[in-house]
Nanobody, 122 residues
Framework: VQLQASGGGWVHTGGSLRLSCAAS????????MGWFRQAPGKEREFVAG????????VYTDSVKGRFTISRDNAKNMVWLQMNSLESEDTAVYYC????????????????WGQGTQVTVSS
């Protein structure tokens, strides 16, 4: 599956952004999906994941209650709604696909999008 992430940009602290990830191919519903991020000088970290059907999800602690991952298998799309953004959320965000039901490790993911920059500042 090929992935194309979009929706990044610059936003004030406390603001919101919605990231989108468009997937190509007819087997999108066979993949668990995830969002990762990488800040300058830091390792890539898991942000959120969602199961193939969309019935289950998982978040890293720092974004719980602020970010929401969702998907629409009919549209081959996955989204990351980000609210109450903080400067610590500044990073390049990547969507990724995995054959595991709900992956939280980068090594579990097989396909990656190109990344979209999110910058949060006051």
């Amino acid at each position: 599956v090929q992935l194309q992430a979009s929706g990044g940009g610059w936003v004030h602290t406390g603001g919101s952004l919605r990231l989108s990830c468009a997937a190509s191919g007819r087997t999108f519903d066979q993949y668990g999906m995830g969002w990762f991020r990488q800040a300058p000088g830091k390792e890539r970290e898991f942000v959120a994941g969602i199961t193939r059907s969309g019935s289950g999800n998982v978040y890293t602690d720092s974004v719980k209650g602020r970010f929401t991952i969702s998907r629409d298998n009919a549209k081959n799309m996955v989204w990351l709604q980000m609210n109450s953004l903080e400067s610590e959320d500044t990073a390049v965000y990547y969507c990724a696909a995995t054959y595991t039901p709900l992956g939280v490790l980068a090594d579990e993911y097989d396909s990656w999008g190109q990344g979209t920059q999110v910058t949060v500042s006051s």
